[in-house]
């Protein structure tokens, strides 16, 4: 699926993220995909991002479509025609926008589901909380920007997790056809990241045990980004039909 150059900003960002257990977490992901591991085990989680001025690339101006966004993902890597790729697979894709919700998988990558998001903003505190209305999506985030990532993650520094999550910038999403992902790239003009240290966090999808035994993950830590100018550029989609 192919859609024109898309540019905006990125108002806020947070990217709150687990380590999972590697054969547990294979287990959740369809073929092609397998967990890229860090320290030797799986990363997953989600990102709830804010966009304002959205628009395609040949429109300027301080205008366009805002909306608030979350995504359960998962740090993936797959071979396609003998190459090694990496990126996320994104399993669950929610929004405030009745737009996206309509257009996505057909005229956008990605099915979007619609969703009420609660969001607090003040001084170095953010939390973010959505509702599905399908019910099946809960998530909760609540932090605080902090001087240094958690000392019980899986990554030994600053630069070693963005350097990780900015590898990630190529997304593939579930579509309603089995077999077949819909891909899209997000290029930010400027990448930068901050700690965010995490007093809350819910994610009903992380805490479903059929998928997710209490003992195969912990949570890891969290990174912000504020105000990123980017484009959003459409990828083929990547098909691997299911076995029969």
């Not at 287990?27 to 709830?48: E, N």
């Not at 056809?177 to 700690?195: C, T």
């Amino acid at each position: 699926m192919r859609i024109p150059t898309i540019h905006g900003i990125i108002e806020r960002r947070i990217l709150a993220n687990y380590q999972v257990d590697p054969v547990i977490l294979a287990r959740v992901l369809p073929p092609p995909f397998r967990p890229k591991l860090m320290g030797g085990v799986g990363i997953a989680g989600i990102c709830l991002i804010r966009l304002k001025h959205i628009k395609p690339n040949f429109m300027s101006g301080d205008f366009g479509l805002a909306s608030e966004n979350a995504a359960h993902r998962i740090a993936v890597e797959w071979t396609e025609k003998g190459r090694l790729r990496e990126g996320v697979y994104i399993p669950r894709r929610d929004t405030s926008s009745t737009l996206n919700t309509l257009v996505g998988g057909r005229l956008f990558p990605g099915l979007h589901n619609h969703a009420h998001f609660n969001v607090a903003e003040h001084d170095n505190y953010y939390q973010v909380a959505l509702e599905s209305d399908d019910g099946k999506t809960h998530v909760l985030v609540e932090g605080r920007i902090s001087a240094a990532l958690p000392p019980t993650s899986v990554f030994g520094s600053l630069a070693e997790a963005s350097a990780f999550f900015e590898a990630g910038s190529l997304g593939y999403s579930v579509t309603t056809r089995a077999g077949e992902y819909d891909g899209l790239e997000l290029r930010s003009r400027e990448w930068k990241v901050e700690p965010l240290s995490v007093e809350r966090i819910e994610s009903s999808f992380f805490e479903n045990e059929q998928l997710f035994p209490q003992e195969a993950l912990r949570f890891d830590c969290a990174l912000l980004m504020r105000n990123i100018q980017h484009e959003w550029h459409g990828q083929e989609s990547l098909c691997y039909p299911l076995a029969v």
